[in-house]
């Protein structure tokens, strides 16, 4: 139960594109399509973004939209806003009822 | 609106026990899986444990099998963690989070989440 592994940062300019890649095994990311991804400001309660790889609940933004390619899922952000600026989390099951999350990237608007 | 409100938390002695409290309202409990994540100071979230609609199933992560139990009361829309054996590394912010349904089927998410509520386990 290793966490997967995120980028400690990423950072882009309003209006700009960012991506946020997140590592994982064969045993998680690989090896199932249930990455769901995670939008948290300090102090708050996370916010719930994505799932499924690439799908969005209601009341997301198409500006956030997901992928998944072997053990790398990714999250993109299209068209920064400053209100996109906070730490984001990926999520994938691995198998008996168990799920293992990201170490976490800040995103900043520059 | 949906509330998932945490409770219970505090400052505990290693070796010592805590119980964490979770109220729901705003959407029908009994239908969600529900879990615990906990974030360390500076860390990023640790799924912690699940638990089944109906009570029938419960999973944790390995690193508190057989000191934490989740439990639930659909009854009074809440959910439950009972820490024993309490250790510095359990120090943590504690989310209860629910899974993710929509009005046709359920997956393998967290949709609802509260703002959490602090262990600290010092000596």
């Known amino acids: 139960?290793?966490?997967?592994?995120q980028p400690r940062s990423v950072s882009g300019s309003p209006g700009q594109s960012v991506t946020i890649s997140c590592t994982g095994?064969?045993?998680?990311?690989g090896g199932y399509n249930y990455v769901s991804w995670y939008q948290h400001h300090p102090g708050k309660a996370p916010k719930f973004m994505i799932y499924?790889?690439?799908k969005r609940p209601s009341g997301v933004p198409d500006r956030f939209s997901g992928s998944k390619?072997?053990?790398?899922?990714?999250l993109t952000v299209s068209g920064l806003q400053a209100e996109d600026e906070?730490?984001?989390?990926?999520?994938?099951?691995a198998g008996s009822y168990t799920w293992v999350f990201g170490g976490g990237t800040?995103?900043?608007?520059l | 609106d949906v509330q998932v409100v945490e409770s219970g938390g505090g400052l505990v002695q290693p070796g010592g026990s805590l119980r964490l409290s979770c109220a729901a309202s705003g959407f029908t409990f009994s239908?969600?899986?529900m879990r615990w994540v906990r974030q360390a100071p500076g860390k990023g979230l640790e799924w912690v444990a699940n638990i089944k609609q109906d009570g029938s199933e419960k999973y944790y992560v390995d690193s508190v099998?057989?000191?934490?139990?989740?439990?639930?009361?659909?009854?009074?829309?809440?959910l439950y963690l009972q820490m024993d054996s309490l250790r510095v590394e359990d120090t943590a912010v504690y989310y209860c989070a629910t899974g993710y349904c929509t009005s046709n089927d359920c997956y393998f998410a967290f949709q609802y989440w509260g703002q959490g509520t602090l262990v600290t386990v010092s000596s």
């Open chain 1, 1 to 5: 139960q290793s966490a997967l592994t």
């Open chain 2, 31 to 33: 239908r969600y899986w």
């Open chain 1, 106 to 109: 800040k995103l900043t608007v």
């Open chain 1, 86 to 93: 906070a730490d984001y989390y990926c999520c994938s099951y």
């Open chain 1, 52 to 54: 499924d790889v690439d």
């Open chain 1, 69 to 74: 390619s072997g053990n790398t899922a990714s």
């Open chain 1, 25 to 29: 095994t064969s045993s998680d990311v």
């Open chain 2, 65 to 78: 099998k057989g000191r934490f139990t989740i439990s639930r009361d659909n009854a009074k829309n809440s």
